[in-house]
């Protein structure tokens, strides 16, 4: 795709044509797409300005001094309430009325189901399209009387003669009285006629109807103001906004339309977070429901120690409650929950997702208990001992300062040494070189390991108690029962836990600032105690780190438009130009939303800036992990997620991903592998994250950025070109900074291809052999771990013999259905009167054959009644696949009446053969005699003894001391292997000796070897089908090992080799569910044989479970969210879904394609999103 793809498809651009004036304007559809007449569009108008009419009578009753200002909001509210009711009312009776006459009507189907046939102008098809009404009935009154409400309180606040006395000018009073009520209108219109789609949109569903609400929300908060103001007595602030807000108010369909302000689900949850976060030192939450429940908790521990009537009390309450508040509660909760109910609970309850949460024992609550004892002490002794003093460059509390200040630079060094570049810029010399393998690199890490536990210590121990010294010796805290008190040193005594690298950085801030402006007579000093200073700074840092992070962010795609020849589209020049000319508006746009702490919006991804609408930290309504576009490739997330998870843990609690705070995002790659890292919540020694798995299948986009990201890290770990001292980074300005690798346990994917393997005529001559070898030992296992089960459940008596009602493969023949060595097709049973002759398989069809455990599926080969057209599940088919793709007919007719003629029976000349036999339906097959005399010849017969040789029979409890002489002697056995070795090699291979050909062991290894008559009697028989698929399979695995590491010396390497590919490996198919299975079970080892009809190669696939190295960096988490706040627009206001669209192409610099991948779901497509894992970083 070249740059100059459309932003918007031609249907998308007419299709945006016509919502967004419907959104400028709260609701009315002036441009439809089609023919309407005239009076659709006058009855909106008349709809649109009724409320300015109705607050017009009562304006003009006030201005004519009949009525008060009072009286004049309560009858003009009446009367808006009144036709609020009358126009919802209409719209109940018209969609009644359309629903008895559709009944009798018959559906256009040919008309435009967006295009309405009015027939009057007051008629149900025009009052429904003008006010298609709620949802709900209780909305339905509710609407009304906040339209009422609203329109008496808006004509109360735009009084002529109120305006007049705020601003002294009739020119303005006019201005804002016209512009004031259009404001109003639009309100009115989106509550109670049609709600518009706003452009800041937030939930994907407006389940409840609260986007009706949003517009009034706004209205009502300047109003609020307003009356504030009228009752309030000589407050200049208060005027003095009146008069501002009285402005902005002419200017909100505007901050409606461009999407500034937030709906209210955002925006209460944004605002619960940053007073929780700035106001009350609390962090982010990863839930709405844990969001409230921390707020509330929070907001009543400051509104309580206001009332504490000591300052020791006071002191120690902060303490102990700031500590308690920084804990990981859910996670304690639970643990707690769980130890209450674990006499209740199940042993696989007990156990369930214990792996990834908090592991909260004694240990950890002694530790905290011990903690807070400390901290409690110390607080009250330095409290009750120090005496209280301002601050002097001699008081106590400015010597605890100088220890802060020193304590934050060895912080801060050892934080930044763990790095690979030191301030992202340049390469730290201290760090490992030439990073390759877990061996050399922990060797390399043991002296940085150190450094990490030091940081910890402090960042754990050390700094809180020494902030807490700060804190305990500051001469605000006696001034009791003051709101600024409680709420700065609430906020502070709890940040020194939850927070603690920059609650350390605000208290050195304040500090030095304290020690170089002395003066008791400065506003600082005079008017600001400690707490509110220190808010005060806090809230000043995280602005200047986000308008910093935003900057970047802007200059990034601004240079990139040019320097990146794919992001050059015509329009770049143009842009780049304004953007130079009003570079001042673009810095107060970037000012406003790192103020406000919401996105920076790139349209389109385009170097044009808007500011999107505020929103929680984590950007998605949705709880963490709830959606995932699951795939084969999630289980290889699933997997490393563990290890990845105790690897972070070190990592987070060294300090060598830098600084980590809620709202942080990182990337992870290894070979295919993409991690997208998101941390939501932090405290006290955790720290809550959601980890996603971005797709394995690369397309050209994915690809294009995940080379960049290979790029970026290979210069950062692998290159030896850092023999210079500070060598730069090469990427600076990315968003993408590396931090370190870590070492987790997953599995390296290795693929090769087997050409001069496969199609070697000498490997091919041997395969045959070596599968019969395979097969003896798959059999005998199998038999002998039968024995094991007969002897486990008593069956077994003395003489070793098994009775005939235990016998796992006795046949009933009583009753033959039908018959199992015939040449029967077995169309009639398995076509019922309910089957359709155009499915995939009748119905009837191997229902029930598929036993757990058992690998993949069973081909077995269906014929469709003679005439129908044939039909088969849609794969990949070779050229080969479709040569032997054929109807079977002419099939020799068979007597279903006929019985079988029982076997006869076998006798063993060793009474504990019985043992190991074959199940008796497994000797059926319609083997000619002279096969069988040839397998005799070809039969491994000193293989045959060497594997019973092996057998130890420990679960007998009285065996004879010969019994493996008599096993080998008894020659009645080894005829049963011989006839079962042959009947899996007739339906493998057929009768014939001739060497396979690599398009027939390919098939044979997946299964689908095209009908034979052997076939047909083995996959009737599932489990020997099964036994014979395991150990082809294993037979090509051994055939690539003796070309790979040469041929098999003796027996007992060969036995090696098997019991190996038994434990440790897992030999199929990457499509088997029981691949799957052994990736989770973390196999050792697994192996998959593949084909590329394309290039007409065989590949192989070998997955090897090893602690391997993973790269890590940091994202810039303003890129992120702007893209993010972007694509939310992009497909939730413009619908613009196409899948080859702009903002979706690859951009090497800004990781476009990766960063909508990692969005949540509908919006992205993540293949694996963890829930909330609770690291634990004590």
């Not at 995002?665 to 798995?693: A, M, P, S």
Request: charged share 15%; glycine share 6%; proline share 5%.
């Amino acid at each position: 795709m070249g740059p100059d793809v459309p932003l918007l498809n031609d249907y998308k651009q007419e299709f945006f044509l016509k919502r967004f004036p419907q959104t400028v304007l709260g609701g009315p559809r002036f441009k439809l797409g089609y023919c309407a007449p005239p009076y659709i569009y006058v009855n909106q108008i008349i709809l649109f300005l009724t409320p300015w009419v109705l607050g017009g009578v009562g304006t003009l009753l006030y201005q004519l001094g009949i009525m008060k200002d009072y009286c004049t909001a309560a009858l003009s509210g009446g009367l808006m309430f009144v036709t609020a009711l009358i126009l919802q009312m209409a719209n109940l009776y018209a969609k009644q009325k359309t629903v008895t006459v559709e009944r009798m009507q018959i559906q256009n189907t040919l008309t435009d189901e967006d295009e309405f046939e009015f027939s009057s102008c007051v008629g149900s098809e025009t009052v429904k399209f003008i006010i298609p009404g709620k949802k709900y009935i209780i909305n339905t009154i509710f609407h009304s009387l906040l339209a009422g409400v609203l329109c008496g309180l808006g004509t109360w606040y735009l009084l002529p003669n109120r305006i007049t006395l705020l601003y002294s000018n009739i020119g303005g009073t006019v201005m804002i009285f016209v512009f004031g009520w259009v404001t109003i209108c639009i309100g009115e219109y989106s509550l109670i006629i049609n709600t518009a789609t706003e452009t800041a949109t937030f939930q994907a569903l407006d389940t409840y109807e609260i986007t009706a609400l949003m517009r009034p929300f706004y209205i009502f908060v300047f109003i609020a103001v307003d009356l504030a103001h009228r009752f309030a007595v000589n407050t200049p602030i208060l005027e003095q906004t009146n008069q501002i807000l009285h402005i902005v108010f002419l200017f909100l369909p505007f901050l409606w339309a461009m999407g500034i302000l937030p709906p209210l689900d955002a925006l209460f949850l944004w605002g619960m977070e940053q007073l929780l976060e700035f106001g009350l030192g609390g962090s982010p939450m990863s839930s709405n429901t844990k969001l409230l429940v921390m707020f509330l908790i929070s907001a009543g521990t400051a509104i309580a120690s206001y009332f504490i009537p000591s300052t020791l009390g006071v002191i120690l309450f902060m303490t102990g409650f700031g500590f308690i508040l920084s804990l990981n509660l859910s996670e304690i909760g639970f643990a707690f929950k769980h130890t209450m109910s674990s006499h209740l609970a199940s042993g696989k309850s007990k156990n369930m997702h214990r792996g990834l949460r908090t592991q909260f024992g004694w240990r950890e609550f002694i530790f905290y208990v011990t903690v807070l004892t400390f901290a409690l002490i110390e607080a009250s002794l330095l409290h009750q001992f120090a005496a209280f003093s301002s601050f002097s460059t001699a008081s106590p509390q400015a010597i605890v300062s100088y220890f802060l200040i020193l304590l934050l630079t060895i912080m801060w060094i050892l934080r930044e040494i763990q790095r690979v570049y030191l301030f992202g810029v340049f390469r730290n010399p201290f760090y490992p070189k030439d990073v390759r393998t877990v061996t050399v690199f922990m060797e390399k890490q043991r002296r940085l390991m150190k450094v990490g536990v030091v940081r910890r210590i402090l960042l754990t121990l050390v700094s809180p108690f020494a902030m807490i010294a700060f804190l305990s010796l500051d001469h605000s805290l006696q001034n009791l029962h003051s709101v600024s008190v409680c709420i700065g040193f609430t906020r502070m005594f709890r940040m020194v836990w939850q927070n603690t690298e920059n609650a350390l950085l605000d208290i050195v801030v304040v500090s030095v600032a304290q020690m170089l402006v002395l003066s008791p007579d400065l506003w600082w000093n005079r008017s600001l105690d400690t707490g509110i200073r220190l808010l005060l700074v806090g809230i000043l840092r995280d602005r200047l780190l986000q308008f910093a992070s935003k900057l970047q962010f802007a200059i990034a795609i601004l240079l990139t438009s040019w320097t990146e020849k794919k992001q050059r589209r015509k329009s770049t020049a143009t842009l780049i130009t304004l953007n130079v000319v009003f570079f001042p508006i673009l810095l107060i746009f970037i000012a406003i939303s790192a103020l406000l702490s919401s996105p920076l919006l790139p349209l389109f991804t385009l170097p044009v800036f808007l500011i999107g609408f505020p929103r929680p930290v984590r950007s998605w309504p949705g709880p963490v992990g709830a959606a995932a576009c699951v795939c084969s490739d999630t289980v290889y997330y699933q997997q490393m997620v563990p290890s990845l998870a105790g690897a972070l843990q070190s990592a987070l609690a060294a300090g060598s991903l830098g600084l980590s705070l809620p709202g942080s995002h990182y990337l992870c790659r290894f070979q295919d592998r993409l991690v997208w890292i998101l941390v939501l919540e932090k405290g006290f020694t955790y720290c809550g994250v959601n980890i996603k798995g971005l797709e394995l299948q690369e397309t050209s986009c994915h690809a294009a950025e995940a080379h960049r990201v290979d790029e970026i890290f290979g210069m950062a770990f692998e290159h030896q070109e850092h023999t210079k001292i500070l060598s730069p980074n090469h990427h600076f300005g990315h968003i993408l900074t590396p931090c370190t690798v870590l070492p987790v346990r997953l599995y390296s994917d290795a693929r090769n291809v087997l050409s001069g393997i496969i199609d070697s005529h000498e490997n091919l001559k041997h395969l045959k052999d070596d599968f019969i070898k395979v097969l003896v030992w798959m059999l005998v296992q199998y038999c002998y771990k039968r024995s094991k089960t007969w002897e486990s459940s008593g069956s077994v008596n003395k003489k070793g013999s098994v009775p005939k009602t235990q016998h796992s493969g006795e046949v009933e023949r009583s009753q033959p259905p039908r018959e199992e060595d015939s040449f029967s097709v077995d169309t009639v049973e398995d076509w019922t009167d309910d089957s359709d002759i155009f499915d995939l398989e009748p119905s009837g069809r191997i229902k029930g054959k598929k036993e757990p455990g058992q690998m993949g599926t069973t081909p077995k080969v269906h014929l469709s009644i003679p005439g129908s057209v044939e039909t088969e599940t849609p794969r990949e088919m070779s050229p080969e696949d479709k040569l032997y793709k054929a109807v079977v007919l002419g099939l020799p007719a068979v007597d279903k009446g006929k019985q079988q003629e029982a076997l006869p029976q076998v006798e063993f000349s060793c009474s504990y053969s019985e043992l190991l036999s074959i199940p008796e339906e497994w000797r059926t097959a319609p083997v000619p005699s002279s096969k069988v005399n040839e397998m005799k010849q070809r039969f491994p017969e000193e293989w045959y003894h060497f594997i019973l040789s092996q057998l130890d029979f420990f679960h007998l409890k009285e065996k004879p001391s010969n019994l493996l002489e008599d096993l080998m002697k008894d020659k009645a056995l080894k005829d049963l292997y011989i006839h079962g070795v042959l009947s899996c090699c007739f339906g493998l291979f057929g009768l014939d000796n001739t060497v396979p050909a690599p398009s027939h062991v390919f098939r044979a290894y997946t299964g689908g070897i095209p009908w034979s008559v052997g076939l047909d009697w083995l996959t009737s028989k599932p489990e020997l089908f099964q036994l014979a698929l395991k150990a082809f399979r294993y037979t090509f695995k051994l055939m690539v090992d003796k070309a790979s590491l040469g041929p098999v010396e003796n027996f007992k390497e060969l036995v090696n080799y098997l019991e190996e590919y038994e434990n440790d490996w897992y030999i199929g198919l990457v499509s088997d569910l029981e691949w799957q299975q052994a990736v989770l079970q973390e196999k050792p080892y697994l192996f998959s044989l593949g084909h590329d009809p394309n290039m007409g190669i065989y590949t192989g696939r070998v997955l090897t479970l090893q602690e391997l190295l993973v790269q890590v960096g940091k994202l810039n988490d303003e890129a992120v969210r702007g893209q993010w706040a972007n694509l939310s627009w992009e497909l939730l206001y413009a619908t613009n879904d196409d899948e080859e669209r702009y903002s979706i192409q690859a951009h090497p610099v800004l990781l476009r394609n990766l960063t909508v991948q990692a969005a949540d779901p509908p919006l992205g497509y993540p293949v694996y999103s963890s829930e909330l894992l609770h690291l634990p970083l004590l």
